[in-house]
């Protein structure tokens, strides 16, 4: 799924030399401690930050914990260079968002195996990206019955908000959506 995705660009990627023409993104600046205690009501207690370069993006991702089992997560994803050409946030989300079908088409084709059907995702708690309106140029949801993310594309940038805590999906996106609202209004 596309939350795992990017959580594991930042868990597994390796760490690379950022090249100096390329603006570091800072996710933990993002969202004021204001935001999250407007947003989810308890104070913010600590911030863990981390930046990596992942399939040719400058990732900076931001954990907010509270001290409760409410928590934040957001990321930003900004340009690099990347065998000598640049990569864009925008380029790697029209792939992951709008050639998704097609690459899964390939796959099966290739490996000769039956497509997994949107009832069998549905089963296992696996919903497709949908999206939302109202956000940036794009924005999807994604996620289980359990946890999902919010991705909103603005111009050659893209965040992503997951937000812990919270069991009702419902919930999830409308929070994780006041919270894009305000991290959108610090994106560069």
């Known amino acids: 799924m596309l939350h795992l995705l ?11 030399m950022q090249s100096p023409a390329a603006k570091k993104p800072d996710a933990c600046a993002l969202l004021s401690d204001r ?35 409410k928590s934040v997560s957001i990321a930003v994803a900004g340009n690099t260079r990347a065998g000598g050409r640049t990569v864009t946030p925008r380029a790697f989300w029209r792939d992951q968002f709008h050639r998704r079908d097609e690459r ?40 289980t019955r359990v946890a999902g993310a919010l991705y909103v594309l603005r111009g050659n940038t893209f965040i992503r ?10 919930e999830r996106i409308e929070t994780s959506r006041r919270l894009a609202v305000a991290a959108l209004a610090r994106v560069q």
């Open 104 to 143: 899964a088409s390939e796959r099966t084709r290739e490996k000769g195996e039956a497509a997994r059907t949107r009832d069998d995702r549905e089963q296992e708690g696996e919903t497709e990206a949908r999206p939302i309106g109202g956000l940036g140029d794009e924005a999807f949801w994604s996620g």
């Open 161 to 170: 908000v997951s937000v812990g805590g919270i069991s009702d999906e419902q």
């Open 35 to 69: 935001d999250v205690r407007a947003t989810l009501g308890v104070d913010v207690k600590e911030r863990q930050p981390a930046s990596q370069q992942a399939h040719g993006l400058l990732l900076s991702q931001c954990y907010v914990g509270t001290g409760t089992p």
């Open 6 to 16: 990017m959580l594991a660009l930042l868990a597994h990627a390796p760490a690379a």
